[in-house]
């Protein structure tokens, strides 16, 4: 099985994703969370999982959703990047323009 990177800008989004939920409630911060961990671990399960976007020009991304939250990733034989966890409806062009 692929081990799993999580790149830095990914743990400030889950980061991110965990204040913005938590004023509301502590207990969903924590289980959107976790949800969305167990997606990542799923990709070390099975690597390509998901789908690849049009507004994302570089064809070596995957995006599997979790909630309303798209984890984005790429793979090789050896490891699972992990690159982002974003909101699926913000500007994937913009957030993956290099």
Same mark, same amino acid.
Do not use: C
């Given at each position: ?5 999580i ?17 509301? =409630? ?11 961990? $167990?997606? %990542?671990?799923?990709?070390?399960e099975?690597? +390509?999982?998901?789908?690849?976007r ?10 599997w =959703?979790?909630?309303?939250y ?7 034989? $050896?490891? %699972?990047?992990i690159?982002?966890?974003?909101? +699926? ?10």
């Amino acid at each position: 099985m692929r081990r799993i990177l999580i790149q830095p800008q990914a743990r400030v989004d889950l980061l991110e994703i965990w204040h913005y939920v938590a004023p509301n =409630s502590i207990t969903t911060a924590n289980k959107v969370i976790e949800k969305l961990k $167990e997606g %990542i671990d799923g990709l070390a399960e099975m690597p +390509g999982k998901g789908h690849r976007r049009v507004d994302v020009r570089s064809p070596r991304y995957r995006f599997w =959703s979790v909630y309303s939250y798209m984890i984005a990733y790429y793979f090789d034989e $050896e490891t %699972i990047s992990i690159v982002r966890v974003v909101h +699926g409806s913000r500007n994937f062009r913009r957030l993956f323009r290099r």
